[in-house]
Nanobody, 121 residues
């Protein structure tokens, strides 16, 4: 069974950095675009960054210049480098792909379980 597994979250002081990873497990033949979302307590889930199959990245205005998304197709992994963190970045971060090719065919709208990022002031 194909799963997305996030890691790399944690507690960090304001101004610090983390590198979040999202690894696709199982038999994978390829995947399309990947997105990183976050959800803070009491708030709606928001899209923070995305990367297409052609490695075109896009970012929410609130994270531009601080976050960088990248993908390693050979290892079926996507990364989110988060720098210059501020307390407002505190949230559970989720990765998502709109389509992934597996042994059993294409699967759509696949989500990871999330990783907590907490930024202290």
């Amino acid at each position: 069974q194909v799963q997305l597994v996030e890691s790399g979250g944690g507690l960090v002081q304001a101004g610090g950095s983390l590198r979040l990873s999202c690894a696709a497990s199982g038999t994978i033949y390829g995947f399309n675009a990947f997105n990183w979302y976050r959800q803070a307590p009491g708030k709606q889930r928001e899209l923070v960054a995305g990367i297409t199959s052609s490695d075109i990245a896009n970012y929410a205005d609130s994270v531009k210049g601080r976050f960088t998304v990248s993908r390693d197709n050979a290892n079926n992994t996507v990364y989110l480098q988060v720098n210059s963190l501020i307390p407002e970045d505190t949230a559970v971060y989720y990765c998502n792909t709109d389509a992934i090719a597996t042994l059993d065919g294409w699967r759509y709208d696949v989500w990871g379980q999330g990783t907590q990022v907490t930024v202290s002031s």
